[in-house]
């Protein structure tokens, strides 16, 4: 009987860790203190939920069962241009929308908690769930309840997940983290240049969201077929980058400011309270 090694296991333990229980902490312990605020954080959540979850990914599942879909998924690049531009499309047009109907939530510790809550709810959805069923499925197998499964499951499908578990290796299952990590940091930093482009009034700041999620994206698959650790690797370097462009655009879109202080976070809800009333 095939098993999956104990160091593999661990790994996915870790993994399992980081992608579901480590963001429920994070966002306790930032509550706790006072460094993120909890609004943002849920329509960070909705956002995601809204773009990704309600609408596109139930679109690309319907369209993928199409012939014409098989067949222009041939062309790998178009194929992964079209799904990174369609990714940033649904998600930052979802962000900005959350973003200009915030009124009262627009402060540079609002943008860094949307993000926060985006990010985190992503992690959990598509990579926490999927890798804690992996987890658990790898413990059946080495118990013998997958195997007593077999029946049920069938030959085919049986041998598909075998595949899939002995195939795993502590290398990919932490290079996975590092690419969650690169994630959050991304759609932090994607979520203060939106809100940073609304509290200024410089709404184009949406597409260069817009063109750093499409390529960010696209990075990341395209040299993953090369490697996955130079995959990873520029992914996380890229998001270093972004996030840095993003505090510069937080920068001289908000008052100054060296960090998300009480006193500049203050400073901030009182100048867009300002800009609203004097919309109204």
């Known amino acids: 009987m095939q098993n999956i090694g104990g160091s593999v296991l661990a790994s996915l333990g870790v993994s399992v860790f980081f992608t579901l229980i480590f963001p429920v902490i994070l966002v306790v312990v930032l509550k706790v203190r006072k460094k993120i605020t909890l609004f943002p954080i849920l329509m960070g959540v909705a956002s995601f939920t809204v773009s990704q979850l309600f609408t596109r990914l139930p679109l690309i599942s319907i369209l993928s069962a199409t012939e014409w879909w098989k067949t222009f998924s041939a062309n790998t690049v178009l194929y992964v241009f079209v799904l990174s531009l369609t990714a940033g499309l649904f998600e930052e047009s979802a962000r900005l929308i959350f973003a200009v109907n915030m009124k009262k939530h627009q402060s540079a510790k609002d943008s860094l908690s949307f993000g926060i809550g985006h990010g985190l709810w992503e992690s959990m959805t598509i990579v926490g769930l999927s890798v804690l069923s992996t987890f658990i499925v790898a413990l059946l197998l080495n118990n013998g309840t997958l195997l007593q499964m077999k029946d049920t499951l069938g030959e085919g499908q049986y041998q598909t997940l075998v595949t899939q578990l002995t195939s795993l290796n502590e290398k990919t299952v932490f290079l996975g983290v590092l690419e969650r990590l690169s994630s959050v940091i991304f759609h932090i930093s994607a979520s203060i240049i939106v809100f940073s482009g609304v509290v200024s009034k410089r709404y184009w700041f ?17 040299l993953s077929n090369l490697s996955l650790e130079l995959a990873e690797s520029v992914l996380f370097l890229s998001s270093v980058f972004i996030l840095t462009l993003a ?26 309270e300002t800009k609203n009333d004097a919309a109204e």
């Open 206 to 222: 949406g597409f260069i969201a817009l063109a750093l999620h499409t390529v960010f994206n696209m990075l990341g698959v395209l």
């Open 247 to 272: 505090i510069h655009l937080r920068d001289i879109s908000y008052p100054k400011e060296d960090e998300f202080s009480e006193e500049n976070i203050e400073n901030d809800e009182n100048l867009i």
